[in-house]
C-alpha cells in the first residue's frame, strides 16, 4: 500500500524565519510529487510540483526532493502569518497514473 | 465557468437517505476527480474520470459510492442509504490536457449525517 507520510504538527515558526515542511513516502517508483496549501475551511490549491533530485524554487518557496532517500520537503523563506495553513504533500506514480496519493498534512502557524 | 463549481456547499441528511453531489469542472478540463477528506485526515482518493474511458473507481469505498459525468462535463456523487461515517468534506478536482497535475480543487459539498 503506497503511504505518504507527514508530521501533523502544529509547526510554529516566527515571522520572517523559514519554515521547513517534510513528507516521506513508500513506493520508491514515484515520479511526481506536490505540495498543497489548504486554509482552513478551503479547498486544497497546488503551490510546487517536481519531478526531478534536488531543489526547485518559485518565489519563497522552494521544494526539495531526494528520491534515493525517498522524501521531499516544502522551505518557505520569510514566513509570514498569511503562510499560516495546512500543508498537504501528495505524490503520484506516475507509468500513466494520474491520482495521486495525499498525506495528511502539517499545519503550519506563524506567528507575528 | 472559471473554477470548479461543487453543489450544494453544505448538506445535512438523516442516516439511511440518499444524498447526491454535483461537481461542474472547468470548461475543456477532460479529467475530474473525487476526493473525500474527513475531520483530521487527508485526502481519500475516490473516483477519476479521463474523458471518454471508463473511469476508475477504485477508491469507491463501498457498493453504496457510485459516480457518473454526462457528456464529459457534470459530474454527480451519489451516496446511498447514508451512514454517520459518510460525514466528511467531499472535494471535485478537474485538470486539463496536458497538465494532467494541474488540479484545480472546488470548494466542497460538506456532507453531515445525523
Known amino acids: 500500500q503506497k503511504e505518504v507520510e507527514q508530521n501533523s504538527g502544529p509547526l510554529s515558526v516566527p515571522e520572517g524565519a523559514i519554515a521547513s515542511l517534510n513528507c516521506t513516502y513508500s513506493?520508491?517508483?514515484?515520479?511526481?510529487f506536490f505540495w498543497y496549501r489548504q486554509y482552513s475551511g478551503k479547498s486544497p490549491e497546488l503551490i510546487m510540483f517536481?519531478?526531478?533530485?534536488g531543489d526547485k524554487e518559485d518565489g519563497r518557496f522552494t521544494a526539495q526532493l531526494n528520491k534515493a532517500s525517498q522524501y521531499v520537503s516544502l522551505l518557505i523563506r520569510d514566513s509570514q502569518p498569511s503562510d499560516s495553513a495546512t500543508y498537504l504533500c501528495?505524490?503520484?506514480?506516475?507509468?500513466?497514473?494520474?491520482?495521486?496519493?495525499f498525506g495528511r498534512g502539517t499545519s503550519l502557524i506563524v506567528h507575528p | 465557468g472559471a473554477g470548479v463549481s461543487q453543489s450544494p456547499s453544505n448538506k445535512v441528511t438523516e442516516k439511511g437517505k440518499d444524498v447526491e453531489l454535483r461537481c461542474d469542472p472547468i470548461s475543456g478540463h477532460t479529467a475530474l476527480y473525487w476526493y473525500r477528506q474527513s475531520l483530521g485526515q487527508g485526502l481519500e482518493f475516490l473516483i477519476y474520470?479521463?474523458?471518454?474511458?471508463?473511469?476508475?473507481k477504485s477508491g469507491l469505498p463501498s457498493d453504496r459510492f457510485s459516480a457518473e459525468r454526462t457528456g464529459g462535463s457534470v459530474s454527480t456523487l451519489t451516496i446511498q442509504r447514508t451512514q454517520q461515517e459518510d460525514s466528511a468534506v467531499y472535494l471535485c478536482?478537474?485538470?486539463?490536457?496536458?497538465?494532467?497535475?494541474?488540479?484545480?480543487f472546488g470548494s466542497g459539498t460538506r456532507l453531515t449525517v445525523v
Open positions: 501528495a505524490v503520484n506514480a506516475g507509468g500513466g497514473s494520474y491520482i495521486p496519493t
Open positions: 478536482a478537474s485538470s486539463q490536457p496536458g497538465n494532467p497535475y494541474g488540479y484545480t
Open positions: 474520470f479521463q474523458g471518454n474511458s471508463a473511469p476508475d
Open positions: 517536481i519531478y526531478s533530485n
Open positions: 513506493d520508491r517508483g514515484s515520479q511526481s
